[in-house]
């Protein structure tokens, strides 16, 4: 997923980033999210890409340690009154069935998901079949992703069904009763 449009569409992506403020409890370095009441170990996050809230704008830093960023030219130490800013990652199910669509597929298949409402980031279940089958073997298989925008839900089943070109049926239905289907061959 390095093409600079994949790149370009994925930072683009509605709720991409988490944001929020991170603080020390009980010497423990916590992210807490906005509206949320638990905290996140900050030693467990991916902090590669972080911004701070800094001077009016934000700004790419590099979590040095115990609260300790650098910012542009800067050092700065976190307190409460700090915004953060963090990308938000994929699960792996998710983000290897995305690495395996051509550019063109991925785009579509993101056109119809956010078409729907949603972001390739609401992803919170995925199962990929894909991931336990022999790749030489052309046997049909279905894999399922849920995604959640906090107002409603989306299903996506995923058929992957070997034919002389191996052919991707997406099916999209959501907790409101929309409902659409795309089709993609590799």
Same mark, same amino acid.
């Given at each position: 997923?390095?093409?600079?449009?994949?790149?370009?569409?994925? #930072?683009?992506?509605?709720?991409?980033?988490? !944001?929020?403020? =991170?603080?020390?409890? *009980? /010497?423990?370095?916590?992210?807490?999210? $906005?509206?949320?009441?638990?905290?996140?170990?900050?030693?467990?996050?991916?902090?590669?890409?972080? #911004?701070?809230?800094?001077?009016?704008?934000? !700004?790419?830093? =590099?979590?040095?340690? *115990? /609260?300790?960023?650098?910012?542009?030219? $800067?050092?700065?130490?976190?307190?409460?009154?700090?915004?953060?800013?963090?990308?938000?990652?994929?699960?792996?199910?998710?983000?290897?069935?995305?690495?395996?669509?051509?550019?063109?597929?991925?785009?579509?298949?993101?056109?119809?998901?956010?078409?729907?409402?949603?972001?390739?980031?609401?992803?919170?279940?995925?199962?990929?079949?894909?991931?336990?089958?022999?790749?030489?073997?052309?046997?049909?298989?279905?894999?399922?992703?849920?995604?959640?925008?906090?107002?409603?839900?989306?299903?996506?089943?995923?058929?992957?069904?070997?034919?002389?070109?191996?052919?991707?049926?997406?099916?999209?239905?959501?907790?409101?009763?929309?409902?659409?289907?795309?089709?993609?061959?590799?």
């Amino acid at each position: 997923m390095a093409s600079s449009l994949r790149k370009k569409l994925l #930072h683009t992506q509605e709720r991409s980033c988490m !944001t929020g403020t =991170i603080c020390c409890f *009980e /010497g423990e370095w916590l992210f807490f999210e $906005e509206d949320a009441d638990e905290g996140k170990l900050v030693d467990v996050m991916d902090l590669s890409e972080m #911004h701070v809230f800094h001077d009016g704008k934000w !700004t790419q830093a =590099i979590w040095l340690s *115990e /609260g300790k960023i650098k910012a542009e030219t $800067e050092e700065l130490y976190l307190t409460d009154s700090h915004m953060i800013r963090i990308r938000r990652r994929l699960p792996f199910a998710f983000e290897q069935l995305l690495r395996s669509l051509d550019d063109d597929s991925f785009i579509r298949f993101t056109g119809e998901l956010n078409q729907l409402g949603y972001s390739i980031y609401d992803c919170i279940y995925c199962y990929n079949h894909l991931l336990f089958t022999n790749k030489k073997l052309k046997t049909a298989c279905t894999s399922f992703y849920q995604f959640d925008n906090e107002d409603s839900i989306c299903g996506v089943q995923h058929h992957c069904m070997p034919t002389d070109e191996i052919l991707d049926r997406f099916e999209f239905t959501t907790s409101h009763g929309k409902r659409s289907i795309l089709m993609l061959k590799k």
